[in-house]
């Protein structure tokens, strides 16, 4: 299957940017769909926003629609999280994954492949 690897997280104010990168290794990601879910304290994994195999279509929770912009580089095997406008409400671990599956892209159990997560904080 490969690894997924997320990096790009860290603290930042509220109202700041961050992108966080999802890169593979083992398996091109060029014929999976992929995603963004974020899991904080206490709380269930949630879906962030998720992008097919060729970047025609992206889908967002109401939670980050027009805050935050996924995306992908199929040539450098890597899928991008930009995120603006950050909340402390958003503090949380953020995961990538991907799915070779074309339904329920919004949902966590359509995802087989997870990387480790990487920290996001946002102080107000």
């Known amino acids: 299957q490969g690894q997924l690897v997320e990096t790009g997280g860290g603290l930042v104010q509220a109202g700041g940017a961050l992108r966080l990168s999802c890169a593979a290794s083992?398996?091109?990601?060029?014929?999976?769909?992929m995603a963004w879910f974020r899991q904080a304290p206490g709380k269930e994994r949630e879906f962030v926003a998720a992008?097919?195999?060729?970047?025609?279509?992206?889908y967002y929770s109401d939670s980050v629609k027009g805050r935050f912009t996924i995306s992908r580089d199929n040539a450098k095997n890597t899928v991008y999280l930009q995120m603006n406008s950050l909340k402390p409400e958003d503090t949380a671990v953020y995961y990538c994954?991907?799915?070779?599956?074309?339904?329920?892209?919004?949902?966590?159990?359509?995802?087989?492949?997870w990387g480790q997560g990487t920290q996001v904080t946002v102080s107000s």
């Open positions: 994954a991907r799915t070779g599956s074309n339904v329920q892209l919004t949902a966590a159990r359509t995802y087989a492949n």
């Open positions: 083992g398996r091109t990601l060029s014929s999976y769909h």
């Open positions: 992008i097919n195999w060729r970047g025609a279509n992206t």
